[in-house]
């Protein structure tokens, strides 16, 4: 069963290799020799897969203008993993999993220098912070690595609950701003200070900008940080199917310790949280314990 452990200890680490070996080494280093070592005292081995929703949620800790009022997006969060049984009722828990996260904030707010057209970002004095009203959505997709301890207790032949809780590191992917809608351009919160613009033929008069068309799909990969470390806690139930197979339900949050923003001058610190309920299935494969030799 050695073999199969360190198989799953390989999957879980070149799935990821490719992309982020080389900005990662230490962290992908540190998750396998936690793996290699757990896999020596395990007595047994639960394999399993997890299927759930997340509900993500972007915490501004500074009620930043660009990054509060960011409302939850509820996204797939799943994966597989392994299930290290070190005693009868404790184990490590590894997980790769795939998660979607992010947030979305629509109405009047602030708009980002990135969303500026051109010809107006270059007739603006800098350091001004214009308004409009529109539909924005923050998504990003995360390859998540949950190191977990696990303590069980069983509620007889059939049901059981336990806790677990321990750090995880995520691995964005792709993260895009997805922007919908038109609006005219102000230069105050409330809407009332549209942007005017002169009209021919005297240029003495003024009208307001006419709105604005902010569909757009737009990768903000440059202003993230690639990676996130936080701390996951979760309580489940387990149902068995019979001696090797059940059925779970997991319910677990989690908070990343890492700023999301690289520009926390401009943007404030904003963390991402998540909440998130899962069902699964899980196998048991059992150590085979050598027998002493007979005199």
């Known amino acids: 069963m050695n073999l199969i452990r360190k198989l799953f200890i390989f999957l879980l680490l070149f ?39 997340g509900l993500p949620k972007l915490k501004s800790t500074d009620d930043n203008i660009y990054s509060k009022d960011y409302e939850t997006v509820a996204g797939f969060d799943g994966g597989i993993f392994a299930d290290f049984g070190i005693t009868e009722n404790f184990s490590i828990k590894a997980e790769l999993a795939y998660a979607r996260k992010g947030g979305e904030r629509n109405g009047m707010q602030p708009i980002l220098s990135a969303l500026l057209p051109p010809d107006l970002s270059a007739i603006l004095p800098p350091g001004t912070t214009i308004w409009a009203d529109f ?44 922007t919908k809608g038109e609006s005219t351009i102000y230069l105050d919160e409330a809407g009332t200070m549209p942007i005017m613009i002169p009209i021919p033929p005297t240029y003495q008069e003024y009208v307001p900008l006419p709105p604005q068309d902010f569909t757009a799909t737009t990768n903000i990969e440059k202003d993230l940080a690639n990676m996130d470390f936080g701390g996951m806690l979760g309580i489940g139930v387990t149902a068995n199917i019979n001696e090797n197979s059940e059925l779970l339900f997991d319910v677990r949050g989690s908070y990343g310790f890492i700023p999301l923003q690289n520009d926390v001058d401009l943007y404030g610190t904003v963390h991402m949280g998540s909440l998130t309920f899962s069902l699964g299935y899980a196998y048991t494969i059992t150590k085979k314990t050598k027998k002493a030799p007979t005199n």
């Open 15 to 53: 799935l990821i290799f490719k992309r982020f070996f080389m900005k990662n080494f230490r962290n992908l280093l540190f998750v396998f020799l936690v793996l290699t070592l757990t896999t020596n005292y395990a007595q047994s081995t639960k394999y399993g897969i997890r299927l759930g929703v």
């Open 135 to 178: 539909e924005n959505k923050a998504v990003f997709s995360y390859i998540e690595i949950p190191i977990l301890a696990k303590y069980e207790w069983s509620l007889g032949n059939t049901w059981g609950i336990y806790v677990n809780g321990g750090f995880y590191v995520d691995f964005i992917i792709n993260p895009e701003q997805v």
